[in-house]
């Protein structure tokens, strides 16, 4: 038996570790790609490569590396053989899943998932051709190494909140919970079936023609990983959740690679990546569109490399909110990079509420394509839900916010460029270096605004930006509360 595993740890392991050999780490490429153009696939047809059945790297503390760089294999890369390495799968068919889409198949993945669990790179699999319906469930480790749960199928909880089992959680559906070294890939579907869960009235949410529609109750996420670290989320098409698409809390070392994430532009709050709590994490190749934002960063994030993201419809990529009922948030070395932004409500957001503590700092935003997106570039210290948040005098502090080749088309609605930052606290060192943004219909240029914001004009910015003031403010001083 030892021997036998012996081999299917070399069978599975081998096309990964060709794949990565001779990687960079995350700041040797973070200095050379800024030299160079980066092709990015931005059609909103773009479907995810298949991705193989192998187990993910172990990864240093830096942000995980962008796997399609690198050198190229200078041959072909094997692919795993099920027949050879059969006693390493765990086919969730053996295990009496149905897939007929009505069958409830919970029993069977708990079972492929505890048999796999105990082996080292086990594979949970889930072929495709079949429609597989479960209930809300929590894939427990810790598990031996090398996990990987490789979805080829199509994977649905119950279709709304009457079909939901009362005794299930109705705020998550798989939760994946105290795991090390995993892998959730795939060529197929995870279909979130959110439609009666965004019809509730209980929440209402913006419809077309500036009506109000209801929206989500307690509405499940569809996938968590929680306090759980070396992930990789690859290959996947996940869509129309009820709510958040996917979430990490608590995690250490994620790699997110060539996803499709979709929903109805009109769905309430179904983010497509939301994170916090969360450090070193890699998003790339991946297409989102949505009802929410694209991405969104929490408190307690740092060292999330974002690139070759391409976002829309949604409500942008964004940090927060953050300071929400006088927490204290800290978010850090944050970049995004070669993304391209469409159809958007927002583009480029970073959202604080009043009385909060703690910072924002270190975050890039380079080389951003926009298309007809409302609120291109937006600093928002006074964000709230309602009309009644009173004023505070304490805030979130936020400095070293970078824009650099940031460049495309702006809804005329509203100005493309708005940094309002906290009344006592100001915003300081944001520099601005080849904005442009120009009107995506008719010819207005509305005049930026900001409100105690200090910076650069690196280059001159289009619109100009005449109300970002120079230097620093005189009032701003050593603050405990700003510290993370």
């Known amino acids: 038996m030892e021997i036998l595993h012996t081999l299917c740890f070399l069978l599975i392991t081998t096309p990964l570790l060709l794949l990565l050999e001779n990687v960079s780490n995350v700041e040797a490429r973070h200095h050379h790609q800024f030299g160079k153009k980066q092709k990015i696939k931005n059609s909103p047809n773009y479907a995810p490569a298949p991705a193989p059945v192998s187990p993910p790297p172990h990864y240093p503390p830096s942000i995980p590396s962008d796997p399609s760089y690198g050198p190229t294999p200078t041959q072909p890369q094997p692919q795993p053989d099920y027949n050879s390495t059969r006693n390493c799968i765990f086919d969730v068919t053996d295990f009496g899943a149905v897939g007929d889409g009505a069958t409830d198949d919970t029993a069977a993945f708990r079972s492929a998932w505890k048999a796999a669990c105990q082996v080292e790179n086990g594979v949970v699999f889930?072929?495709?051709?079949?429609?597989?319906?479960?209930t809300s469930t929590i894939f427990s480790g810790p598990c031996q190494p090398g996990l990987v749960l490789q979805v080829d199928g199509v994977l649905m909880p119950?279709?709304?909140?009457?079909?939901?089992?009362?005794?299930?959680?109705?705020?998550?559906?798989?939760?994946?919970?105290?795991?090390?070294?995993?892998?959730?890939?795939?060529?197929?579907?995870?279909?979130?079936?959110?439609?009666?869960?965004?019809?509730?009235?209980?929440?209402?949410?913006?419809?077309?023609?500036?009506?109000?529609?209801?929206?989500?109750?307690?509405?499940?996420?569809?996938?968590?990983?929680?306090?759980?670290?070396?992930?990789?989320?690859?290959?996947?098409?996940?869509?129309?959740?009820?709510?958040?698409?996917?979430?990490?809390?608590?995690?250490?070392?994620?790699?997110?690679?060539?996803?499709?994430?979709?929903?109805p532009k009109l769905s309430p709050n179904t983010d497509g990546i939301h994170i916090e709590n969360t450090k070193s994490v890699g998003i790339y190749n991946s297409v989102i569109g949505n009802g929410d934002d694209c991405i969104s960063i929490g408190t307690g994030c740092s060292d999330v490399d974002i690139e070759a993201v391409t976002c829309g419809p949604s409500h942008g990529i964004s940090i927060g909110s953050l300071g929400v009922q006088h927490s204290h948030a800290c978010v850090s070395n944050i970049t995004v990079r070669n993304a391209f932004i469409r159809d958007s409500d927002n583009g480029l957001r970073?959202?604080?509420?009043?009385?909060?503590?703690?910072?924002?700092?270190?975050?890039?935003?380079?080389?951003?394509?926009?298309?007809?997106?409302?609120?291109?570039?937006?600093?928002?210290?006074?964000?709230?839900l309602t009309k009644a948040c009173r004023n505070e005098t304490s805030a979130v502090y936020l400095s070293d916010v970078t824009y650099r080749n940031v460049k495309g088309t702006y809804d005329v609605r509203s100005p493309p460029i708005h940094f309002a930052c906290s009344d006592t606290v100001a915003c300081t060192n944001i520099t601005m270096s080849e904005v442009e943004l120009l009107p995506y219909e008719g010819v207005l240029v509305d005049d930026p605004f900001c409100w105690n914001a200090y910076g650069v004009q690196e280059t001159l910015t289009i619109p100009p930006i005449d109300c970002l003031q120079d230097g620093m403010p005189l009032s701003l001083a050593e603050n405990s509360s700003y510290a993370c």
């Open 158 to 263: 119950p279709d709304g909140p009457d079909c939901w089992p009362e005794s299930d959680s109705n705020k998550q559906w798989l939760v994946f919970y105290r795991l090390d070294d995993m892998t959730l890939t795939g060529t197929g579907t995870i279909e979130g079936n959110g439609q009666k869960w965004w019809d509730l009235p209980c929440k209402p949410h913006r419809g077309p023609n500036g009506s109000t529609l209801p929206g989500p109750c307690n509405s499940p996420a569809l996938i968590r990983f929680f306090m759980s670290s070396n992930l990789v989320v690859s290959g996947l098409r996940i869509q129309n959740s009820p709510q958040f698409h996917m979430k990490f809390d608590g995690c250490q070392g994620v790699l997110i690679d060539k996803l499709s994430i979709s929903s």
């Open 350 to 384: 970073i959202k604080t509420w009043q009385g909060g503590t703690g910072s924002v700092t270190g975050i890039s935003f380079e080389n951003i394509q926009m298309e007809n997106v409302r609120n291109c570039v937006i600093i928002d210290q006074y964000y709230c």
């Open 126 to 134: 889930v072929p495709s051709d079949l429609v597989f319906m479960i």
